[in-house]
């Protein structure tokens, strides 16, 4: 079945290390959205890709970053990781062409801990 | 600029009664509105979506929608719960004709569905 993948499902990781979390699809949608959703709330937009080109949410830290190989894999990276960056990251694709936007379809998430 | 209001944080019902999650919109423009479901650590399933046409939309696992355009309201509905339906629900609004570069899918804050046996 076409889908949307996210590993990995859980990620620890120290205060201030490092940590990549990853996303692919295979429904072959031109825009990918990284989402942050902490515990209670709504899922929060951080930042999405269409087709190659980058864009961020304007409250989005620098501390997080995006890369996108091509079109069936992006990358969340963030840099120095802080307890408050414990949360779901939830990765989505959706199909926009001159006609306007659609559905996003969503990941499974990966809940970060930062210890 | 769009919003949606969830008017209940959580909404307690016995099995096999039937259930109405609230959603109100505010948006300028024309829209389109899902329902999405998210169950315990897991990412958000699209249960149904209003782009256009019929305003009564069915979607998975028994729910429905009606979209009132005049009440600018999206409540969701399902005759008869089940303890599955134990999870949150989140309504949230978009426009069809952004534009490239503005991809905006407005949340509302989400509602706790708990199914009582």
């Known amino acids: 079945d076409a889908m949307v993948i996210q590993n990995p499902r859980y990620q620890v990781t120290q205060f201030g290390k490092p940590v990549t979390l990853s996303c692919s699809q295979t429904l072959n949608h031109n825009v990918m959205y990284w989402y942050q959703q902490k515990s209670s709330q709504a899922p929060k937009l951080l930042f999405h890709y269409y087709d190659k080109d980058f864009n961020n949410e304007a409250d989005t830290p620098d501390n997080f970053q995006s890369r996108r190989p091509n079109t069936s894999f992006c990358f969340l990276d963030i840099r120095s990781p802080g307890l408050g960056d414990a949360a779901m990251y939830l990765c989505a694709t959706s199909r926009e062409d001159r006609g306007g936007t659609d559905t996003q379809y969503f990941g499974p998430g990966t809940r970060l801990t930062v210890l | 600029a769009q919003s949606v209001t969830q008017l209940d944080s959580q909404v307690p019902v016995f099995e096999e009664a039937p259930v109405e999650l609230r959603c109100n919109y505010s948006?300028?423009?024309?829209?389109?509105l899902f329902w999405y479901v998210q169950y315990p650590n897991q990412g958000l399933q699209l249960l149904l979506k209003y782009l256009s046409g019929s305003t009564l939309v069915k979607g998975i696992n028994g729910f429905e929608a009606e979209f009132n355009k005049s009440q600018t309201s999206f409540h969701l509905r399902k005759p008869s719960v089940h303890i599955s339906d134990t999870a949150e629900y989140f309504c949230?609004?978009?426009?069809?004709?952004?534009?490239?570069?503005?991809?905006?899918?407005?949340f509302g804050k989400g509602t706790k569905l708990s199914v009582i046996p």
């Open positions: 948006s300028s423009v024309s829209v389109y």
């Open positions: 949230a609004v978009t426009s069809p004709y952004s534009g490239a570069g503005s991809y905006q899918l407005t």
